[in-house]
């Protein structure tokens, strides 16, 4: 990153211009000319000349996501690393901490809203199916400095029979690409917002064209039914316990049903544990179709795992959707488990948690630690569309340590070269994964304890990942007069 510094006397402090090179290679996804015009936007542009302008402040917070295990000077001195020495400031701990305070959240809150949104295209590999773009939602936590200010707004996460979390959390739920794990949308709040709530403040990122898979936790009547009123298609997994009535049996051995309200579901159980002979009550209900099937997992030691799984759908016609491509493409919802890997294990650091004490600084850290995920997808969807190869085939971890070394090199992309050297090591043949990714399973532990006995664990390693083959079996569906089956 290069910094343009005029000299000024020593009670001015400094004026300073950054030049292209502020976020090495990914400055070309979040230009200068972007920043200003966050900044203007939210009136943060500061009011006299300042060792630290505002400009300078919001690469600094984007930056100390990409060095999360460095102090603010560690930040700075990477930051400033490609700068002759004698042009470079030296602000202190105590100078870049009051910098943040001035920048607030506001700024990296429009950034984020900025470059967020789909970025594949329909020539880019796993993004459409059937012409509908496939993305997922699910919710997780980020944890965050134990400070009394976190605590007190976003508080811990605790069980009845366990002592709370050491750290307080974040709970964060995003709409994600399935084809190339970019956010479309996220929203973040105490632990004591819960995920289907937060999942409605995404509702304005779908639209028609869009086919949503979301797992049983969703599984509301209330929530399908305003997540389907946006236009976009949904395929959802759905608790074993919930009442869908068979319809109407279809050839791909799928049928039609309805999804109905909790009183409406409440008044049809017990019309059906009567027998009355009369016509059912009338009820509160959305059309569906569900797919049923069999999961089985066989590792290679021989080892077999057997679930059943249903899906309910809003694409009625088994014609144009079969029930066998639906189940499949049900399990690219694992995408934004991948994802939320990236953020939070790659990108920020296994076992670390966010630096800030303050709300406004966690809040602040958090679009910063989102908005540079973004850019590093948007580099990588660019870097695998010109070289005519799938997204899935670079690695997200090559790419993030491949952004810290052009920061520290104040190395950037000419505006006309399509592939910089910096991206083209993305390409490099030892660096690409294989063209279809084995299938493994992983146990469903717990890794990370609220107390200081383990417990959940397998046997042998925790969380050891076996290759496995997954096979998926259509099952019959119930006899049509059963309306309680399963």
């Given at each position: 990153?290069?910094?343009?510094?005029?000299?000024?006397?020593?009670?001015?402090g400094?004026s300073?211009?950054?030049?292209?090179g502020?976020?090495?290679?990914?400055?070309?996804?979040?230009?200068?000319?972007?920043?200003?015009?966050?900044l203007a936007?939210?009136?943060r542009?500061?009011?006299?000349?300042?060792m630290?302008?505002a400009?300078?402040?919001?690469?600094?917070?984007?930056?100390?996501t990409?060095?999360?295990?460095c102090g603010?000077?560690?930040?700075?001195?990477?930051?400033?690393a490609?700068?002759?020495?004698?042009?470079?400031?030296?602000?202190?701990a105590?100078?870049?901490?009051q910098?943040?305070?001035?920048?607030?959240t506001?700024?990296?809150?429009?950034?984020f809203?900025?470059?967020?949104?789909?970025?594949g295209?329909?020539?880019?590999?796993?993004?459409f199916?059937?012409?509908?773009?496939?993305?997922?939602?699910d919710g997780?936590?980020?944890e965050?400095?134990?400070?009394?200010?976190?605590?007190?707004?976003?508080?811990?996460?605790?069980?009845a029979?366990?002592h709370?979390?050491?750290?307080?959390q974040?709970?964060?739920?995003?709409?994600?690409?399935?084809?190339?794990r970019a956010?479309?949308?996220?929203?973040?709040?105490?632990?004591?917002?819960?995920?289907?709530?937060q999942?409605?403040?995404?509702?304005?990122?779908l639209?028609?064209?869009?086919?949503?898979?979301?797992?049983?936790?969703?599984?509301?009547y209330?929530?399908?039914?305003?997540?389907?009123?946006?236009?976009a298609?949904?395929?959802?997994?759905?608790?074993?316990?919930?009442?869908l009535?068979?319809i109407?049996?279809?050839?791909d051995?799928?049928?039609?049903?309805?999804?109905?309200?909790?009183?409406?579901?409440?008044?049809?159980?017990?019309?059906?544990?009567?027998?009355?002979?009369?016509?059912?009550?009338?009820?509160t209900?959305?059309?569906?179709?569900?797919?049923?099937?069999q999961?089985?997992?066989?590792?290679?030691?021989?080892?077999?795992?057997t679930?059943?799984v249903?899906?309910?759908?809003?694409?009625?016609?088994?014609?144009?959707?079969?029930a066998?491509?639906?189940?499949e493409?049900?399990h690219?919802?694992?995408?934004?488990?991948?994802?939320?890997?990236?953020?939070?294990?790659?990108l920020?650091?296994?076992?670390?948690v966010?630096?800030?004490?303050?709300?406004?600084?966690?809040?602040?850290?958090?679009?910063?630690?989102?908005?540079?995920?973004?850019?590093t997808?948007?580099?990588i969807?660019d870097?695998?569309?010109?070289?005519?190869?799938d997204?899935?085939?670079l690695?997200?971890?090559?790419?993030?340590r491949t952004?810290?070394h052009t920061?520290?090199?104040?190395a950037?992309?000419?505006?006309?070269?399509?592939v910089?050297?910096?991206?083209?090591?993305?390409?490099?043949?030892r660096?690409?994964?294989?063209?279809?990714?084995?299938?493994?399973?992983?146990?469903?532990?717990?890794k990370r304890?609220?107390?200081?006995y383990?417990?959940?664990?397998?046997?042998?390693?925790?969380?050891?990942?076996?290759?496995?083959?997954?096979?998926?079996t259509?099952?019959?569906?119930?006899?049509?007069?059963?309306?309680?089956?399963p």
């Amino acid at each position: 990153m290069s910094v343009q510094c005029a000299t000024a006397p020593r009670s001015r402090g400094w004026s300073g211009v950054w030049k292209p090179g502020q976020l090495g290679v990914l400055t070309r996804w979040v230009p200068p000319a972007l920043v200003d015009e966050v900044l203007a936007a939210t009136g943060r542009f500061e009011k006299r000349v300042r060792m630290l302008p505002a400009r300078v402040v919001v690469y600094f917070v984007l930056a100390m996501t990409l060095f999360g295990d460095c102090g603010y000077r560690g930040v700075w001195a990477a930051l400033t690393a490609g700068m002759p020495g004698h042009l470079a400031p030296d602000p202190s701990a105590a100078a870049l901490r009051q910098a943040r305070r001035r920048l607030g959240t506001a700024p990296l809150a429009l950034l984020f809203n900025r470059v967020c949104g789909p970025v594949g295209t329909k020539e880019t590999p796993g993004v459409f199916w059937h012409g509908l773009r496939v993305v997922a939602w699910d919710g997780t936590s980020v944890e965050v400095a134990d400070s009394s200010a976190n605590v007190a707004h976003y508080g811990r996460h605790a069980k009845a029979t366990s002592h709370p979390a050491g750290y307080p959390q974040v709970r964060l739920t995003a709409l994600v690409e399935c084809g190339t794990r970019a956010l479309i949308g996220a929203v973040f709040g105490p632990m004591h917002d819960k995920e289907v709530p937060q999942a409605r403040r995404l509702l304005p990122a779908l639209r028609p064209g869009i086919l949503l898979l979301a797992d049983r936790g969703y599984d509301g009547y209330q929530a399908i039914r305003d997540a389907a009123s946006t236009g976009a298609d949904l395929l959802w997994r759905v608790q074993s316990g919930r009442l869908l009535p068979v319809i109407q049996p279809l050839s791909d051995g799928s049928h039609l049903s309805q999804i109905l309200d909790r009183r409406s579901g409440d008044r049809l159980a017990a019309w059906q544990r009567r027998k009355r002979p009369t016509p059912p009550p009338e009820l509160t209900a959305m059309a569906v179709r569900v797919i049923r099937y069999q999961v089985t997992v066989t590792t290679a030691d021989g080892r077999q795992h057997t679930s059943t799984v249903r899906l309910i759908t809003t694409l009625l016609d088994p014609g144009r959707h079969p029930a066998a491509e639906l189940a499949e493409l049900y399990h690219q919802r694992w995408e934004i488990e991948t994802a939320y890997y990236g953020l939070k294990v790659t990108l920020r650091g296994p076992d670390r948690v966010l630096r800030s004490h303050t709300v406004q600084g966690v809040e602040q850290e958090i679009y910063a630690l989102l908005t540079v995920f973004q850019l590093t997808r948007t580099a990588i969807h660019d870097t695998a569309h010109i070289a005519g190869l799938d997204p899935d085939r670079l690695s997200f971890a090559i790419a993030v340590r491949t952004a810290r070394h052009t920061v520290i090199t104040a190395a950037v992309p000419a505006p006309t070269t399509s592939v910089t050297t910096a991206l083209a090591i993305l390409l490099h043949p030892r660096n690409l994964t294989d063209r279809r990714r084995r299938s493994r399973v992983s146990p469903r532990c717990v890794k990370r304890t609220l107390s200081p006995y383990a417990y959940n664990k397998t046997a042998g390693s925790v969380g050891r990942k076996a290759p496995a083959t997954t096979t998926i079996t259509l099952t019959p569906q119930p006899d049509p007069t059963d309306m309680a089956s399963p």
